[in-house]
């Protein structure tokens, strides 16, 4: 079983930046989507972002689309988020996780494996 940690959260004044990155370790990372989530206390967990084994396809929640970007690096076992533009909404605890195929990518029931998370606060 592929175990995941994020790094990367902080905070930012809106419109900054932050680069979160998900590094894998315990299983063979190349073979796994990998999805970002994020959650505000109080709040169901919502899907940000995927991407696919090989990065030939990916997708965004469309409140990200343009700004976030989902990236993989198979020889570091490492997947990113870059967050461009952030605005106060997208304040919450960024997650990783990892499933085998490209499908259902939106629902967090269907990944096996996730991070413990990441702050990202964004201040107005």
């Known amino acids: 079983q592929v175990q995941l940690v994020e790094s990367g959260g902080g905070l930012v004044q809106t419109g900054g930046s932050l680069r979160l990155s998900c590094t894998a370790s315990g299983g063979t990372f190349a073979t796994y989507v990998i999805g970002w989530f994020r959650q505000v206390p109080g709040n169901e967990r919502e899907f940000v972002a995927a991407?696919?084994?090989?990065?030939?396809?990916?997708f965004y929640k469309d409140s990200v689309k343009g700004r976030f970007t989902v990236s993989r690096d198979d020889v570091l076992n490492t997947a990113y988020l870059q967050a461009n533009n952030l605005l106060p909404e997208d304040t919450a605890v960024y997650y990783c996780?990892?499933?085998?195929?490209?499908?259902?990518?939106?629902?967090?029931?269907?990944?096996?494996?996730w991070g413990q998370g990441t702050q990202v606060t964004v201040s107005s």
């Open positions: 991407i696919s084994r090989n990065s030939d396809s990916t």
């Open positions: 996780a990892a499933k085998r195929f490209f499908v259902n990518v939106v629902q967090s029931a269907m990944y096996n494996a």
